[in-house]
């Protein structure tokens, strides 16, 4: 019976993880410039945006391995808006390289590369971001931003325009304590930012998209809690990236899974 409990507390805690899970959901946020976040991806699948993603090379687009549930079958870099998508010339297909050992996103390593299945025509609609160079700690409360498509508020509309948002790093230790609380261990090699104290953050969604601190994505949005989005009791929680580095790099050196 407790073992039950637990299950259907997870399912009720964590989101992002199902089939349903759809679009970039941000809190409090506000348009991103068309000059900025110009390594944005939206992943796609035949009915359209299913998770957000971010381009890390000419080759290579990274996103979590749980938006594989989404079957996406490409993406779409060079536009903030998804009502102006150019398929000759902003859509690429794509091959899904999942993080070898993940098996949900619960137990973390919620990591995917999508191999492009052409070179991404940089310019100034398109660029990469910056990976770190080696792992990380962040800083308690620095600033950092999050963005993608879709809703605003808890129970809202999703949205076209890209959406970014400002949010607090959270110390991993407080992070531990509060998830704790509701009776959920956080994963190994994760990051935590916005949600819990603050107005700002992503909600049932933005799966995949990163965190970006002093201008490299430092993290891909993994989960939060689903039944309150706008002011959440728990941070919001993103693989750390810095811990995937030898793993990246070696996929973008051979250029396949």
């Not at 944005?40 to 009915?47: E, F, R, T």
Request: glycine fraction near 10%; charge should be positive.
């Amino acid at each position: 019976m407790m073992q039950a409990l637990h299950v259907v507390t997870l399912f009720y805690a964590l989101t992002s993880l199902g089939q349903n899970a759809h679009g970039g959901e941000i809190i409090n946020g506000k348009k991103v410039p068309d000059d900025l976040m110009l390594y944005m991806a939206s992943v796609q699948n035949n009915q359209g945006h299913v998770c957000g993603g971010f381009l890390i090379s000419e080759d290579f687009v990274v996103t979590a391995a749980h938006c594989d549930k989404g079957k996406p079958t490409s993406v779409v870099l060079g536009t903030h808006n998804l009502k102006k998508i150019n398929n000759a010339t902003m859509r690429y297909s794509i091959s899904r390289c999942k993080y070898p050992q993940y098996k949900d996103a619960k137990f973390g390593d919620d990591i995917m590369l999508l191999k492009l299945s052409k070179k991404a025509r940089l310019d100034n609609r398109v660029q990469p971001i910056q990976l770190p160079k080696a792992e990380i700690k962040l800083k308690d409360k620095a600033k950092c931003r999050v963005a993608g498509w879709g809703f605003t508020k808890t129970g809202g509309k999703s949205v076209d325009k890209l959406q970014m948002v400002e949010v607090p790093i959270v110390k991993l230790e407080e992070c531990r304590r509060k998830w704790k609380q509701i009776r959920f261990e956080l994963p190994n090699n994760v990051t935590c930012a916005g949600g819990s104290g603050t107005n700002k953050g992503f909600c049932k969604g933005d799966s995949g998209g990163p965190l970006v601190c002093g201008g490299m994505a430092v993290g891909v949005v993994s989960f939060n809690m689903k039944n309150n989005c706008d002011y959440p009791n728990v941070p919001n929680v993103y693989t750390d990236t810095s811990r995937y580095l030898q793993w990246i790099k070696q996929i973008l050196k051979q250029k396949r899974c």
